[in-house]
């Protein structure tokens, strides 16, 4: 009887692990993905406001909404197929911020600036409290960590993303950092290979443009 449950639970783990690798979602997918999410928790300083988050997809448009406080309110729209990589912000008007080179520590640019409060946002109020697993773009985890994939590759690494010639992959930006690849090399998102990267056509270099980089005043 022992023999039997052990086999039942040795199976059901299988299946659990199994079907765990296929639900995981590669770069092309998380790329041509649609959805919207978002995601809510009590913030500071007494808990009796919610501080908001919401993502929207269409293809490569990603349009983040934030809200705190009630009435602190940002908005930001990046469609990572577009060059020049720039940050579309602001609720009512528009101000347009084009990237012109690493946001270090040093980088006092509005552009780098706003960078910083994306990566904020989405770290503390979307990955932190977003239920499901990361893995899984059908969860609101999955879909907060595609969002915020393809936003690292675009506005921190500077690389213009295509749904038409293998996104990123190919330049060499996998979805799983390399030390978790070497742990779990069949966790269904390999590392990109040497051949592929070979292969692969070297995305033209944007350069830094000294011009001003807004076009109105932002309205938040």
Not at 46 to 68: A, M, P, S, W
Request: hydrophobic share 40%; net charge neutral.
């Amino acid at each position: 009887m022992s023999l039997f449950k052990s086999k039942a639970i040795l199976t059901l783990l299988f299946l659990f692990f199994t079907s765990s690798a296929f639900s995981a979602f590669d770069e092309m997918q998380c790329l041509n993905s649609s959805f919207s999410t978002s995601v809510s928790h009590k913030g500071k300083p007494f808990g009796l406001t919610q501080n908001v988050i919401k993502i929207g997809k269409e293809n490569c448009v990603i349009t983040i909404e934030h809200e705190k406080l009630k009435f602190m309110k940002k908005k930001f729209v990046i469609d990572v197929c577009r060059a020049p990589v720039h940050i579309k912000a602001g609720v009512g008007a528009v101000e347009v911020l084009k990237r012109e080179g690493e946001c270090d520590k040093k980088a006092k640019g509005e552009f780098c600036k706003e960078l910083r409060f994306i990566e904020d946002i989405i770290q503390d109020d979307g990955l932190i409290f977003a239920k499901g697993e990361k893995e899984d773009i059908e969860t609101d985890h999955g879909r907060i960590y595609c969002s915020y994939l393809l936003l690292k590759a675009y506005l921190e690494s500077g690389r213009v993303l295509s749904r038409h010639n293998g996104g990123f992959r190919m330049q060499g930006i996998p979805l799983i950092a390399p030390s978790e690849l070497k742990k779990n090399p069949s966790d269904g998102m390999a590392e990109s290979t040497k051949a592929d990267e070979e292969a692969a056509p070297v995305a033209p270099a944007i350069e830094a443009t000294p011009q001003s980089t807004s076009n109105q005043g932002a309205d938040f």
